[in-house]
C-alpha cells in the first residue's frame, strides 16, 4: 500500500515549456487536490476533484489545468510555465466516508528559470 | 475575504506546554484540522475538530470555538523532534474544499 504518490520529485523548466505533473493513490479515494506551498504562505489550493471525471478550481487556478480519467490518478498541467510557478507542488487525497483527513504526497520541487 | 491567522513562530523550552491558536473568517464551516509538516516533508494530520469542545490525542489536544471563529493546538511535554510548522486548515463546504492558514513554526530548546 504506496499511499498517495508524486512523479517527479524534482524538475526544473525554462520559461514558456511545458509539463505535467502526475498523483496516484492506492486508497480508492473520492476526493484528491493540488496544493502549491510558497515560503510564508501556507498551502494554496489549485485544483480538486472529487470524483473520477470531475474537477473543481480552488484558489490559485490560473495557469493550471488538471484531469481525472481514473480515480486513482489526478494529473496537475503548467501548458506555460512562469518563474513564479516555482514552488512546492502537494497532492493530497481523502475518502468520501471519514472526516476528510487528507493524506499528503511527498511533493513536487519545481523551478522554473 | 476568507482568512486563517496563525503566529507566524513559538519558541519554547523542550517540556514545556506550547499552544498555537488560530482565528478563522471563512464563508462556510466545516470542520476544523491541524496538521504538523516537518522541514522538507508533507504534511501530516494531527486533530479534527467539528463540534464546540476539546479534543484529546496523546500529548496533543485541540479546542474549537465555532461561535469565535477560534481553534487552538495544545502541545504539551514538548519534545525536540516536535519542532516542526503546525497548519490549520477549515473544510469551508460539504464538497471537500480545504482552505490552510500559513502555519506556525515551533521550535523547542533544550
Known amino acids: 500500500n504506496a499511499g498517495v504518490t508524486q512523479t517527479p520529485k524534482f524538475r526544473v523548466l525554462k520559461t514558456g515549456q511545458s509539463m505535467t505533473l502526475l498523483c496516484a493513490q492506492d486508497?480508492?479515494?473520492?476526493?484528491m487536490y493540488w496544493y502549491r506551498q510558497d515560503p510564508g504562505m501556507g498551502l494554496r489550493l489549485i485544483h480538486y476533484s472529487v470524483g473520477e471525471g470531475t474537477t473543481a478550481k480552488g484558489e490559485v487556478p490560473d495557469g493550471y489545468n488538471v484531469s481525472r480519467l481514473k480515480k486513482q490518478n489526478f494529473l496537475l498541467g503548467l501548458e506555460s510555465a512562469a518563474p513564479s510557478q516555482t514552488s512546492v507542488y502537494f497532492c493530497?487525497?481523502?475518502?468520501?466516508?471519514?472526516?476528510?483527513?487528507?493524506?499528503f504526497g511527498p511533493g513536487t520541487r519545481l523551478t522554473v528559470t | 475575504g476568507q482568512n486563517i491567522d496563525q503566529p507566524t513562530e513559538m519558541t519554547a523550552t523542550e517540556g514545556a506546554i506550547v499552544q498555537i491558536n488560530c482565528t478563522y473568517q471563512t464563508s462556510g464551516f466545516n470542520g476544523l484540522f491541524w496538521y504538523q509538516q516537518h522541514a522538507g516533508e508533507a504534511p501530516t494530520f494531527l486533530s479534527y475538530?467539528?463540534?464546540?469542545g476539546l479534543e484529546e490525542k496523546g500529548r496533543f489536544s485541540s479546542f474549537l470555538s465555532r461561535s469565535k471563529g477560534y481553534s487552538y493546538l495544545l502541545l504539551k511535554e514538548l519534545q525536540m523532534k516536535d519542532s516542526a510548522s503546525y497548519l490549520c486548515a477549515v473544510l469551508t463546504d460539504s464538497w471537500g474544499k480545504f482552505q490552510f492558514g500559513a502555519g506556525t513554526q515551533v521550535v523547542v530548546t533544550p
Open positions: 493530497a487525497s481523502v475518502g468520501r466516508q471519514g472526516f476528510y483527513e487528507q493524506y
Open positions: 475538530n467539528v463540534l464546540d
Open positions: 486508497m480508492n479515494h473520492e476526493y
